[in-house]
C-alpha cells in the first residue's frame, strides 16, 4: 500500500520562529548579550544587525528529517528593526560535499551546521545564532497565545487518508477567522496549485497576526506560559535568561512595521522533480539592503561570480514552469489590441488541463468490496491516470468527494455515481474518496 507522505513534514509556522527570535534577540539585547559572533570577512554585514536562522524541522525515531521551513531573520537592536527572509525548500543549491540539491536536504547532510554554510554561501551573510524548532510545538505555542485573528483569503479544502495522525482534513471558509492552534496547523498546512510560494504568503501573513496579538495587552499575564512552551520546543545557541522582556524589542518592530520577503527565483522541473531556481544577485541585494550595506563594488562583484557559476553548473534539461504566464501576458497585449479586456483574455487561457495530465488516486473508505475498482476503471476510461487505488484506514465513511486542483475539478463533473465536488490540493491531482453513498453499477 502506498504511504503518502505527511503534511506533518510540510512546514511550522513562520509566526511562531520569529516570536522565537524576538524573544531570544530582546533577552540578550538588553542584558547586553547579543553580538556578531561569527566573522564576516568577505561577506555582507553591516555595524550591528544579526543575523538568525531558523529551521522548522520534524526529527523522528530512525529518522534525522529535514528542515521543511527555512528563514533568516535579520534584527537590528540599535534600530528596532527586524526582517524576514523566507527560502523556499525547494531551492536549488551547492551543499558542501553532496553537490547540487534542495535546500532542505542539508539538515539530512549534516544537521544545522551544514545547513549554516550552505545559507551562507547562498546569501553571502554570515548566521549568528541559529534556532531550531519541533513542528509539533506550534499548536501549543498557538493556543498559549489563545489563538491568533486572521482574514483567510480563500476557501480552502484538502484531505490526505494517509497523514500520521489517522487522516487529514483542511476545511477552512474565507473570512475573519479566530484560530486555535488546530486550525491554524491546517492554514499553513494548505497545499494548493501555489505550492511552497502560497505557503510562504500565508506564514508572512501570519507574522503579522502573531505580532499584533504578541504585543497586545491581555498577552501580559500569558507571558509565562508562552516562555515556557517556546523553551521546551526549541534548540539554539541563543541564551535566554531574560525572555520576558522580548516583549519592548517586538512592540517597537510592530510599530515601524516588519519587513517579510521571500528569495526570489523562478519554479523549475528536472527529470520529474521540482525546483525553486534563486536570483542569486537579487537574494545578495536583499540581504545587502537588510543589513544597510551597499550593493556595490565587491559585494556586487560576488554576486556576479557566483552567479555566473551557478548557471554554468547547471545541467541541461531544466524546464522553467513560466508557460502559463507566458501564455497569459501575451493573451492580455493582444486583447488590450483588440479593445477586450486583460481580465477576460485571462480567464480564456486558464482552461482546465486533459484528463491525461491528472493524476487520480483512489481510496475506497466504504467498505463496499470493489468500489475503488470499479471507479478506477469509470476514470480511466474517461482518460484519467490512476495513480493508485488504496483501502482506506475506516470503512465507515458517508459521503463520496472528490478533490481536485485548480481548474482540474471541473473534469469531473458529471460523474455517474454521487459525489461532492472540492477545488484543493496540488496542481493536475485528484484524490477521490469513496463513501457509503457509492451506488454499485
Known amino acids: 500500500m502506498q ?3 505527511s503534511y506533518r513534514r510540510v512546514v511550522i509556522l513562520a509566526a ?3 516570536v522565537v527570535v524576538f524573544t531570544a534577540a530582546a533577552a540578550h539585547f538588553f542584558s547586553g548579550g547579543l553580538v556578531r559572533r561569527t566573522a564576516a570577512d568577505g561577506m555582507i554585514a553591516g555595524r550591528s544587525e544579526i543575523h538568525v536562522m531558523i529551521l522548522g524541522i520534524d526529527e523522528r525515531k530512525d529518522d534525522v528529517g529535514r528542515s521543511d521551513t527555512l528563514m533568516v531573520a535579520t534584527v537590528d537592536p540599535d534600530k528596532e528593526t527586524a526582517s524576514l ?3 523556499p525548500r525547494d531551492t536549488r543549491v551547492a551543499i558542501e560535499g553532496n553537490g547540487y540539491d534542495k535546500i532542505n536536504a542539508a539538515y539530512a547532510y549534516g544537521g544545522y551546521t551544514l545547513t549554516k554554510k550552505t545559507v551562507e554561501q547562498l546569501l553571502d551573510v554570515p548566521m549568528d545564532y541559529y534556532i531550531l524548532i519541533d513542528v509539533r510545538a506550534f499548536e501549543r505555542i498557538i493556543d498559549a497565545l489563545d489563538g491568533i485573528d486572521i482574514d483567510v483569503e480563500k476557501r480552502m479544502y484538502y484531505e ?28 499553513v498546512r494548505y497545499r494548493d496549485t501555489e505550492g511552497d510560494i502560497g505557503r510562504i504568503r500565508r506564514q508572512q501573513r501570519f507574522v503579522r497576526a502573531v505580532l499584533q496579538k504578541a504585543t497586545s495587552p491581555e498577552v501580559f499575564a ?19 535568561s531574560d525572555m520576558l522582556r522580548f516583549l519592548q524589542l517586538m512592540k517597537k518592530v510592530q510599530e515601524q512595521g516588519l519587513t517579510a520577503e521571500m528569495a526570489p527565483g523562478n519554479p523549475a522541473w528536472y527529470k520529474g522533480v521540482s525546483y525553486w531556481i534563486p536570483d542569486i544577485v537579487e537574494i545578495r541585494r536583499m540581504a545587502a539592503r537588510a543589513a544597510g550595506v551597499p550593493f556595490a563594488g565587491d559585494v556586487e562583484e560576488r554576486a556576479d561570480s557566483y552567479a555566473a557559476k551557478y548557471k554554468e553548473e547547471m545541467p541541461e534539461g531544466f524546464r522553467f514552469d513560466d508557460t502559463a504566464q507566458q501564455e497569459t501576458e501575451a493573451a492580455s497585449e493582444k486583447a488590450k489590441e483588440a479593445g477586450e479586456s486583460a481580465a477576460k483574455a485571462k480567464a480564456e487561457t486558464a482552461k482546465p488541463p486533459a484528463p491525461g495530465a491528472v493524476s487520480v488516486t483512489i481510496v475506497n473508505s466504504s467498505g463496499i468490496t470493489g468500489a475503488g475498482a470499479e471507479v478506477a476503471a469509470i476514470l480511466k476510461a474517461k482518460g484519467f491516470v490512476i495513480r493508485s487505488v488504496e483501502t482506506g484506514r475506516h470503512s465507515d465513511r458517508q459521503e463520496t468527494t472528490i478533490t481536485a486542483g485548480g481548474r482540474s475539478v471541473d473534469l469531473f463533473y458529471g460523474m455517474p455515481f454521487p459525489c461532492i465536488l472540492m477545488e484543493g490540493g496540488a496542481k493536475n491531482e485528484a484524490l477521490v474518496n469513496i463513501g457509503r453513498d457509492y451506488v454499485k453499477r
Open 3 to 5: 504511504q503518502k507522505r
Open 85 to 87: 527572509m523566507s527560502i
Open 160 to 187: 490526505d487518508p494517509w497523514d500520521d495522525d489517522g487522516g487529514l482534513v483542511i476545511d477552512i471558509y474565507p473570512g475573519m477567522q479566530h484560530m486555535t492552534g488546530e486550525k491554524a496547523i491546517q492554514y
Open 16 to 18: 511562531v520562529l520569529l
Open 222 to 240: 500569558k507571558l509565562p506560559e508562552i516562555v515556557g512552551e517556546i523553551a521546551k520546543s526549541v534548540r539554539t545557541d541563543l541564551g535566554a
